[in-house]
């Protein structure tokens, strides 16, 4: 947090200065009040009475407007400080491996970026100038009593050690609860976001009741926590009162009975002594009520902090960019696992040269889209080599070897925008009517000329405004109008009827002519035409070879493609 606050040094300093103006006014008032008791209530002069009362009034005007200086001053570095973090936070989570989205909820840390950075504005906007104007008021009024009369500060000094005693015990005990509360609130802001994501399947299953009571647990959780660290640390304002209330009394019996033996006291010592005493008091309680929001911030600090110390995605010291990619790919003896118990692949080896079409098949969990993963370099193999034009990837910037892949996945995602800045993010600087060419190689012009506002039509939520099968049209147009070596297609038709997919395929084979194209499909019927065909199960090829060859051998392949055309169906 220093080192945020350290750009704002000056503003700082400045807010530092209207504290101390205010509190050099607040000691003299003080020391006001008690000489209008000697000086002028106690010798009857009225006159004298009425100027140092406009002169108080002067003093305060000005300790108001050198408060509400100090306040919009540090308002204004909250803001900064947090929009600060929030770009760096965010800055940072685009940094991460994709290891790290698959391992930790979304909206964890969707409630890092908002709710754990605003905790910290809160905290800044609010606490920092208390802390400051506190700090030099106690400071300010122990000079002023010792002053006046070091016997009374010493006697009203006697409670002190009591305060710090008592705040020390409370926030070491309620630290931990105020960490378990964030903690539970980021559980429940990724509960509540899976849900509304989810609320489809939760509709069409009759599990509302179930969502319901899980949710409950969740809440239930959160809220113990937050009644625990709240409560505790609610405690330490009343305690501080009576603490203040009990010094206060202490001072008021021991001023009165200084004066009645007769020492060089008055009356208006001990009242200026007890205002002195409640202006040394006042913001060390203020500093320990605000504690819950100070701990609160640490906690969401820690959160926020902790995401930015995660060790980001980086290319190697000697990464070179691709330039001119012919889309030769190769993968020897690779072997992956996403934990060390469980091997994924195991001693794979493909070889696809520029411009063909390799196809691989296998059952549910077989290690095909792990294939693909590891070609985008989204994991690390554990041995073995990955090439691309005889260049292992691990020597290529992921940026540049990202960018020369172009990928349809079977779960696409849509961007609230128009579907022509949809289509516009496989290549930024495309015109419009490279955008719509992409469109009609794609089939998805007929459908997107006949919605509302057509190429400027706003898509809601990941295109929810759309059937499952436009969104994927829209992918694969996308995937078109990338300037791309290499093409990946993840089930890219799966959600497509079969007159549409025929229509697709012939203009896959324009878009995927002079690209070497990988396809995972389970629809055996759109990859009769690749070059080959990799049969995997359990992590291993088990066979290869094009469409003829694999059904001549009648093994694996063969059984698979004929159990899905036993009637003799075929597009």
Same mark, same amino acid.
């Given at each position: ?18 504290? /101390? =103006? !205010? #509190?050099? *006014?607040?000691?003299?008032? $003080? @020391? ?7 000086? %002028? ?115 009203? /000094? =006697? !409670? #002190?050690? *009591?305060?710090?005693?008592? $705040? @020390? ?7 931990? %609860? ?394």
């Amino acid at each position: 947090m220093l080192k945020y606050l350290s750009h704002k040094k000056y503003s700082l300093a400045l807010i530092f200065a209207f504290c /101390l =103006v !205010t #509190t050099l *006014i607040t000691i003299f008032g $003080t @020391k006001l009040n008690g000489e209008i008791i000697d000086k %002028y209530i106690v010798v009857g002069n009225m006159s004298g009475l009425y100027k140092i009362c406009l002169m108080l009034i002067g003093m305060y005007i000005i300790s108001t407007i050198s408060t509400f200086v100090q306040n919009r001053l540090m308002i204004n570095i909250a803001q900064n400080t947090s929009s600060e973090i929030r770009k760096d936070l965010f800055k940072s989570m685009q940094n991460l491996p994709l290891k790290y989205f698959d391992t930790n909820s979304s909206g964890d840390l969707m409630s890092r970026l908002t709710n754990d950075v605003d905790n910290i504005n809160m905290t800044l906007s609010q606490s920092i100038t208390q802390l400051f104007s506190g700090v030099i008021n106690i400071v300010g009024m122990l000079i002023a009593m010792l002053i006046l009369s070091p016997t009374l500060t010493i006697v009203g /000094l =006697v !409670t #002190t050690p *009591i305060m710090f005693l008592t $705040t @020390k015990i409370i926030m070491k005990n309620t630290q931990p %609860y105020f960490i378990k509360q964030q903690k539970q609130l980021g559980k429940l802001n990724g509960y509540i976001e899976e849900m509304v994501s989810g609320q489809k399947a939760t509709i069409l299953f009759s599990k509302e009741e179930h969502v319901k009571e899980e949710f409950q647990k969740i809440n239930t959780s959160l809220t113990k926590s937050a009644v625990i660290a709240q409560g505790l640390s609610g405690f330490m304002g009343p305690v501080m009162n009576f603490i203040s209330n009990l010094t206060y009394l202490i001072l008021a019996i021991c001023g009165g009975y200084f004066i009645l033996s007769g020492m060089d006291i008055t009356v208006g010592v001990v009242f200026t002594i007890i205002l002195y005493m409640r202006n040394f008091n006042r913001p060390i309680n203020e500093i320990l009520n605000i504690s819950n929001t100070i701990q609160s911030a640490l906690a969401g600090a820690e959160r926020v902090f902790e995401l930015m110390d995660e060790e980001p995605e980086k290319d190697n010291i000697d990464s070179v960019n691709l330039e001119n990619i012919q889309g030769n790919v190769s993968l020897n003896n690779v072997e992956f696992s996403y934990n060390k118990d469980k091997k994924i692949l195991k001693g794979i080896d493909l070889k696809a040269s520029q411009g063909q079409t390799i196809a691989i098949v296998g059952p549910t969990g077989s290690g095909k889209t792990t294939i693909i993963n590891l070609l985008n370099k989204f994991y690390n193999i554990d041995s073995g080599e990955i090439t691309i034009d005889s260049q292992n990837i691990n020597s290529i910037k992921m940026n540049s070897l990202r960018k020369s892949i172009a990928m349809v996945l079977q779960d696409t995602y849509l961007f609230s925008v128009s579907v022509r800045e949809n289509i516009r993010y496989g290549h930024l600087d495309a015109t419009d009517e490279e955008i719509e060419e992409a469109a009609k190689l794609a089939h998805a012009h007929h459908f997107i000329k006949q919605l509302p506002d057509g190429y400027d039509t706003i898509l809601s939520d990941n295109g929810s405004n759309l059937s499952h099968g436009q969104r994927q049209l829209l992918a694969i147009s996308r995937a078109i109008l990338s300037k791309s070596s290499i093409l990946i297609l993840d089930e890219a038709t799966s959600s497509i009827d079969t007159r549409t997919e025929v229509a697709i395929q012939k203009a896959m084979t324009n878009l995927m002519c002079g690209k070497t194209t990988f396809i995972i499909a389970h629809r055996l019927s759109t990859i009769k035409n690749a070059d080959m065909i990799l049969a995997i199960k359990g992590g291993e090829v088990i066979e290869r070879g094009t469409h003829e060859e694999l059904l001549e051998e009648e093994g694996f392949y063969a059984n698979l493609y004929n159990s899905q055309f036993r009637s003799g169906l075929s597009i």
